[in-house]
């Protein structure tokens, strides 16, 4: 399958996000995203930062996320995923072995279907290698 394919299928196809990127892990490359979502450099070295951040409490949790030009609280992170939350609406990025999964969910979705849908995703990609 494709990289825009499981943007496609796997994760908008869904119904559980509406916008998602595919990135490599270093955030160097865009891999696959859905038209008009667009994440910006800094945005994206936010995140990869956030990763790096081995502290306790990463910086990014009082901080805040940025993805699409908006700001989002950080409700959790770890080594292995950031969610943040708008209003009703949020984002949900998890990293893998080589790359890391950008979505976002509308307001009309709930959060915790949204991050089900993107860590299985997660986990079947860690477990075919990437």
């Known amino acids: 399958m494709s ?18 990127a595919i ?18 450099k ?11 951040d081995k502290s306790e ?5 009082s901080q805040g996320l940025h993805v699409g030009k908006e700001r ?12 943040g939350k708008k ?3 949020g984002i949900v990025v998890v990293k893998t072995q080589q790359a890391l999964l950008v979505t976002h969910y509308p307001e009309t979705v709930q959060p915790g279907a949204a ?5 299985q995703l997660a986990d079947y990609l860690i477990g075919v290698g990437y």
Do not use: M
């Open 23 to 40: 990135f490599n892990s270093e955030g160097t490359s865009v891999w696959a995203s859905s038209p008009g979502f667009v994440v910006e």
């Open 42 to 52: 800094s945005e994206i070295t936010e995140i990869v930062d956030a990763y790096k």
């Open 87 to 89: 209003g009703k609406e």
């Open 72 to 83: 989002y609280v950080v409700i959790k992170a770890d080594d292995r995923s950031l969610y």
């Open 115 to 119: 991050a089900n849908t993107v860590e």
């Open 57 to 61: 409490v990463k910086g990014v949790q």
């Open 3 to 20: 990289w825009q394919a499981y943007v496609d299928s796997s994760l908008v196809g869904t119904g559980n996000v509406d916008k998602a």
